[in-house]
């Protein structure tokens, strides 16, 4: 079966813009978690989505925001974008929420300039 | 906060060598995960462990739950080429609903 696919592969924006991402989770699977990655944070916890739920969100500004659609895709969204977005955002999915078996996607690298 | 700290950071080994690698914090957790990012990649799953003192293997890998829930250990026995990439250990907190913490993560590089 299809895995978890992520759109687009990369990115590039300047300062000021708005950058919305795409998740399409594994068929079936109802939960959606994000993260970011940097070489000097590491993978950081933006937020999970259960159901078009908001189920627990990480430390990140309200810059950060997301969204779940009733079929489990799930769109992320950056405004006002600074230097420090730049990173690989990564989406995982899992069947349930809480359920830990995470397959997460190939990510999105996202420059911003 | 909350912090796991994952090491070595980085390793370099001879193709045959065993490797092991480890996770420790102050905070106690519920599930420990090890994934494994080769470049280019989301990180893929390889352990994922449930209960304090749990032992679990696959293939070369083994990979133990703590018994103080604090730490976790990942070994790989008879390293091949393909092992090559960065490892993170993943948990989640006892007192978290269902948010996982990541590890900074171990660069196993085959030294030539």
């Known amino acids: 079966k299809a895995g978890v696919t992520q759109t687009p592969r990369y990115l590039i924006k300047t300062r000021g813009q708005q950058v919305t991402l795409s998740c399409s989770p594994i068929?079936?699977?109802?939960?959606v978690s994000w993260y970011q990655q940097t070489p000097g944070q590491g993978l950081q916890f933006l937020f999970e989505?259960?159901?078009?739920?908001?189920?627990n969100k990480g430390n990140f500004p309200g810059r950060f925001s997301g969204r779940q659609f009733s079929n489990s895709r799930s769109e992320m969204n950056v405004s006002t974008l600074e230097l420090g977005d730049s990173a690989l955002y990564l989406c995982?999915?899992?069947?349930?929420?809480?359920?830990?078996?995470?397959?997460f996607g190939s990510g999105t690298r996202l420059t911003v300039v | 906060g909350q912090q796991l700290n994952q090491s070595p950071q980085s390793m370099f080994i001879q193709e045959g060598e065993d490797v092991s690698m480890n996770c420790t914090s102050s905070s106690i957790f519920n599930t420990w995960l090890w994934y494994k990012q080769d470049p280019g990649e989301g990180p893929v799953l390889l352990i994922a462990l449930y209960k304090a003192g749990e032992l679990t293997s696959n293939g070369r890998l083994t990979a133990q739950f703590g018994i103080t829930r604090k730490d976790s250990f990942l070994n790989i026995s008879a390293s091949i080429p393909s092992d090559v990439g960065i490892y993170f250990c993943a948990g989640q907190l006892e007192s978290s609903a269902s948010k996982i913490i990541f590890g900074s993560g171990t660069r196993l590089s085959i030294r030539p």
């Open positions: 995982a999915s899992s069947l349930l929420h809480s359920d830990y078996g995470y397959t």
């Open positions: 989505y259960f159901s078009e739920t908001q189920r």
């Open positions: 068929s079936g699977h109802r939960s």
